[in-house]
């Protein structure tokens, strides 16, 4: 079946390390999308993009960075910079025919 | 740009009794909308979504939204709640033609006691 794979599960990074979330699609999908949700919280927007060697930054891009240099593939770099960054993180993907979003499971992040 | 209001941010209700969900959009022409549930520490998953092609719309685990245009309203409801229901539900808009289709508002927390 097609879906996405969002990996790890939980993760937890030590203060001044970065972290690299992976996320991975097989439907074909043009344009994919990084979400950040905290507690009670809607989803923001981190990063998107709508082809591969594209990307553009979101709501709340500073201290994140990403690369698409494959369809399928769409990484998510936590770095130092990111002075707050234990939250859950979503990825998306979508035809570009506004067909709405596929969901990964997500990605725990905790800074131990 | 279309937008949405999710009438409540917490809703309780037992087991077996209905369950309703107030979304309100504000647009000057019809929308799209999506309802999306969220179950604790999991992802978004697509309930149903409204395109213009009919005013009632059927989704998954018996679901269902009306789409009232003279309310500017789509609720989200179900006859009989069940204790897997309890979650979290997005109503959310689509802005076509954008590259951000969608934008997440914070949602309504549903809690089904037994």
């Known amino acids: 079946d097609g879906g996405i794979t969002q990996s790890p599960k939980y993760l937890f990074r030590k203060e001044g390390q970065n972290v690299t979330l992976s996320c991975e699609q097989n439907l074909n999908h043009d344009a994919m999308y990084w979400y950040r949700q905290d507690p009670g919280q809607g989803l923001r927007l981190i990063y998107y993009?709508?082809?591969?060697?594209?990307?553009q930054k979101g709501d709340i891009a500073e201290g994140y960075s990403v690369s698409r240099e494959k369809k399928e593939s769409f990484p998510l770099t936590v770095t130092s910079a990111q002075k707050n960054p234990t939250a859950f993180y979503l990825c998306?993907?979508?035809?570009?025919?506004?067909?709405?979003?596929?969901f990964g499971s997500g990605t725990r992040l905790t800074v131990v | 740009a279309q937008s949405v209001t999710q009438l409540d941010s917490h809703v309780s209700v037992s087991e077996g009794t209905p369950v309703l969900l107030r979304c309100n959009y504000s647009s000057s022409y019809s929308p799209s909308l999506f309802w999306y549930v969220q179950h604790p520490n999991k992802g978004l998953q697509l309930l149903l979504k409204y395109t213009s092609a009919a005013t009632l719309v059927k989704g998954i685990n018996g679901f269902e939204a009306e789409f009232k245009k003279s309310e500017t309203s789509f609720h989200l409801t179900k006859p009989s709640a069940h204790m897997s229901d309890a979650a979290e539900y997005f109503c959310?808009?689509?802005?076509?033609?954008?590259?951000?289709?969608?934008?997440f508002g914070s949602g309504t927390q549903l809690t089904v006691l037994p």
């Open positions: 993009s709508q082809i591969v060697n594209d990307f």
């Open positions: 998306a993907s979508t035809q570009q025919k506004n067909y709405g979003y596929t």
């Open positions: 959310v808009p689509l802005q076509a033609g954008s590259a951000r289709q969608l934008t």
